[in-house]
């Protein structure tokens, strides 16, 4: 069986152009962030969608709150903020708290429908949570974990020369020998 077209064309590209996204759009990748699953179905995944607008003091507090390594994300015409607190969802013996786990999972819809739109979808750690959790009046229990920068392709020349370097990189994984085992996790999968 073939693998998911969107799986394998989805790359974090740094390459993104500011034209607008249509609000149709961002409702839909919304959405489709909401199908995911979680446990006890406890959706504990709270976004913040904040378009670009250089007068909007949300979007300058968002933008100046990334570091600058990730200064390419200043052209996307959507930031995404995914937060979560681990009380948000099951927190079961052994450490087993499922709060980021799901709040992965949501992010991981968002972009594969993104994908499917067109659009590059590139998920960032690269920012200060205190920042951002100051401006944007974020409830103190709940923890930023990413910044999804949201657009249509750019044009990768535009980028600085780090980026537009990464731009072109082939993927990068680790074998499916190293990461899967069989039958018990000292037999690696082959
Ligand atoms: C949780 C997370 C944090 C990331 N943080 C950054 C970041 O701050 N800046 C950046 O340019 N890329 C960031 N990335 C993108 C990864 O570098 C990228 O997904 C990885 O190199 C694999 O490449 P691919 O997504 O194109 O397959 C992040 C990805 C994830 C999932």
Redesign the pocket.
């Known amino acids: 069986m073939d693998m998911l077209p969107e799986l394998l064309g ?5 390459a993104i152009s500011n034209e607008a996204l249509d609000k149709a759009v961002i409702a839909r990748l919304l959405e489709a962030a909401t199908l995911a699953p979680s446990c006890f179905n406890n959706q504990p995944w709270r976004i913040l969608a904040v378009e670009r607008n250089q007068e909007n003091p949300h979007y300058q507090s968002l933008a100046e709150s ?2 600058p ?2 200064a ?2 200043l052209e996307a015409p959507l930031l995404l903020v995914f937060a979560t607190a681990l009380h948000l969802d099951c927190r079961l013996d052994a450490g087993r708290d499922y709060a980021y786990f799901d709040l ?1 999972q949501a ?1 991981m819809a968002l972009q594969l429908q993104a994908q499917r739109e067109g659009l590059y979808a ?6 200060s949570p205190s920042k951002l959790k100051n401006a944007l009046k974020m409830l103190p229990e709940l923890v930023p ?3 999804i920068a949201v657009g249509k392709p750019g044009d990768p020349e535009k980028l600085a020369e780090g ?1 537009r370097k ?1 731009e072109f990189s082939p ?3 680790k074998a499916v020998s190293e990461i899967a085992f069989s039958g018990d996790f000292s037999t690696p999968w082959a």
């Open positions: 989805r790359r974090a590209r740094r990334l570091t390594n990730n390419w994300a992965g992010a590139h998920p960032m750690a690269g920012f974990l990413c910044v980026p990464s993927r990068s994984r």
